[in-house]
């Protein structure tokens, strides 16, 4: 067992500044040796703003240093598989951002390199990781709620698209929009609490409607608006709606970063035969249940907690000890697996039968 690894943030972005370093910072267990980024500034900034590494701007040369242990992978989703196999095929254990990879077919070589070698991936769904959420698998796991027949996701906004026009909306680079940016969390999150169902068959629509005239999109508020470029590509999803039947519940959800109603809807209801929960994403949630002939509803309280931080560092662990966490490839397959198969029953408007 490792009692400390060196480790390398590959993408000095958000996802990396907010959530990757920090956690390697506050790990007694982990020190950051390279922040790398193609755009130079990014990874030179790192390395003055937290004290620490080594700047690089193409992560190939480090990835033969002997001293090196892990990686975060914290790029655009096109780069994900690539970097990704590239470092566990040099023996290095993998912390890859979702979604694992924008088709199913990348996402399937992921998961062989990573048994092949041996060497760890773990994908960033850290919902996993969130004490709400995990009260919730609890209380199912307890059989609280019974049977859990069929379960709701809603991940609704107004209009919401990020950076029109740039990478998040050219489906080359992001491999999707709404279902791939957000569905993959909320997919994740249910498959998780519901013991990771086998998918079975899956029947959905992705709608690329609002974004398509981008001059005249009209919007209060983008995230990433400085990924902005009106000459730029969109042709992503930005909306969809799929039912999933799975060896386990019935999975219904709707999603949009934008379409024309203006009332956003993030939650997850999980509807039992004894009792249901309606998670409020990103929060708490609501238990309904029937005891002495009476409906209670419970609203519980317990500590929030850092989930992507709590992430990072079940991961260092997971190093450390050569052991495979609950983030692991394998379970990310089923997501992926899903949102292909909504993808392609888009393109061919029908129901697609998964098999092994």
């Given at each position: ?38 755009i ?11 004290g ?16 090196l ?13 690539v ?24 996402a ?20 996993r ?29 107004y209009?919401?698209?990020p ?25 994740d ?13 899956v ?9 398509v ?10 995230w ?8 730029g ?8 709606t ?17 379409e ?12 039992g ?20 002939g ?10 929030e ?6 992430e ?8 450390c000890?050569?052991e ?7 379970n990310a ?10 993808y ?5 408007h ?7």
């Amino acid at each position: 067992m490792k009692e400390k690894i060196n480790v390398a943030v590959i993408g000095c972005g958000n996802i990396g500044n907010s959530a990757h370093i920090p956690a390697y910072i506050a790990s007694p267990r982990a020190q950051i040796k390279y922040f790398c980024d193609i755009i130079p500034e990014k990874a030179d900034a790192c390395v003055k703003k937290y004290g620490c590494g080594k700047a690089v701007y193409d992560y190939r040369e480090i990835l033969d240093d002997p001293e090196l242990d892990a990686v975060s992978v914290c790029t655009h989703n096109d780069m994900h598989s690539v970097i990704a196999i590239d470092f566990m095929k040099h023996g290095k254990d993998v912390l890859c951002e979702k979604p694992a990879a924008r088709i199913l077919s990348e996402a399937l070589e992921m998961e062989k390199v990573s048994y092949e070698t041996g060497r760890l991936l773990s994908i960033g769904v850290c919902n996993r990781y969130s004490n709400a959420v995990n009260a919730i698998k609890k209380l199912i796991d307890d059989g609280v709620l019974g049977e859990i027949y069929h379960v709701y996701a809603s991940f609704r906004a107004y209009r919401s698209i990020p950076g029109l026009g740039g990478d998040f909306t050219n489906k080359a680079v992001s491999g999707g929009g709404a279902l791939i940016d957000w569905g993959v969390h909320y997919l994740d999150l249910v498959e998780y609490v519901c013991g990771d169902p086998a998918p079975l068959t899956v029947s959905g629509e992705a709608f690329c409607k609002l974004g398509v005239d981008m001059p005249n999109y009209v919007y209060t508020h983008m995230w990433s608006e400085d990924t902005k470029d009106l000459n730029g590509v969109y042709d992503v999803d930005d909306s969809v709606t799929g039912l999933i039947r799975t060896s386990g519940p019935v999975i219904t959800f709707n999603g949009a970063w934008a379409e024309n109603i203006n009332e956003e809807g993030t939650f997850i209801d999980f509807i039992g035969d004894k009792g249901g929960v309606r998670h409020d994403y990103l929060g708490g949630f609501t238990l309904y249940t029937v005891r002495d002939g009476m409906l209670c509803t419970t609203k519980p309280s317990f500590p929030e907690n850092n989930m992507h931080r709590d992430e990072v560092l079940d991961f260092v662990e997971s190093v450390c000890r050569g052991e495979r966490n609950r983030n692991d490839i394998k379970n990310a397959i089923l997501t992926s697996k899903i949102m292909q198969a909504v993808y392609d029953s888009t393109e061919q408007h029908r129901e697609i039968v998964l098999t092994d």
